[in-house]
């Protein structure tokens, strides 16, 4: 009889097939805050069992102008807002195979503030550039 063993917690990591590359993201304004500890303990234990390189970043030290509503990106392919950072967070999402993100709950709010936005509708700019992105992430 064949006995099959599971990997304990003290095992080498095992290279997983569709996870390389794992993007962090917190939304919290509060640097080294419960947001982005827990965002990094989540890349750590991610990276310990799947052997993915990880990324992590903070909005709020980001340059990110909310979306216009213009739909320039529909015939353009790019966002029509050129003078910040939103197309360098782009590349950084298309290169992550999964995503971890971060917001902290304020007063009861589910979404974060950062540097007088939304982290939501920040991330609503992605929508309008999904296509660049993938659908399927």
């Not at 980001?62 to 590349?91: N, S, T, Y």
């Not at 936005?117 to 992430?137: D, F």
Request: hydrophobic fraction near 40%.
């Amino acid at each position: 009889m064949e006995r099959r063993h599971r990997q304990g917690r003290d095992s080498a990591p095992r290279p997983h097939p569709l996870v390389s590359a794992i993007l962090g993201v917190s939304g919290s304004p509060r640097r080294e805050g419960n947001t982005d500890l827990l965002v990094l303990e989540a890349l750590r234990a991610l990276a310990e069992r799947t052997d993915a390189r990880t990324e992590f970043l903070r909005v709020a030290e980001l340059r990110i102008e909310p979306c216009r509503g213009c739909r320039a990106c529909m015939k353009l392919g790019h966002c029509a807002i050129q003078d910040d950072d939103f197309e360098a967070l782009m590349a950084r999402l298309r290169a992550a195979d999964l995503f971890v993100l971060g917001a902290p709950g304020v007063y009861g709010a589910g979404a974060a503030i950062v540097g007088g936005k939304l982290l939501l509708q920040v991330l609503g700019r992605v929508e309008g550039a999904k296509a660049r992105i993938g659908l399927g992430k």
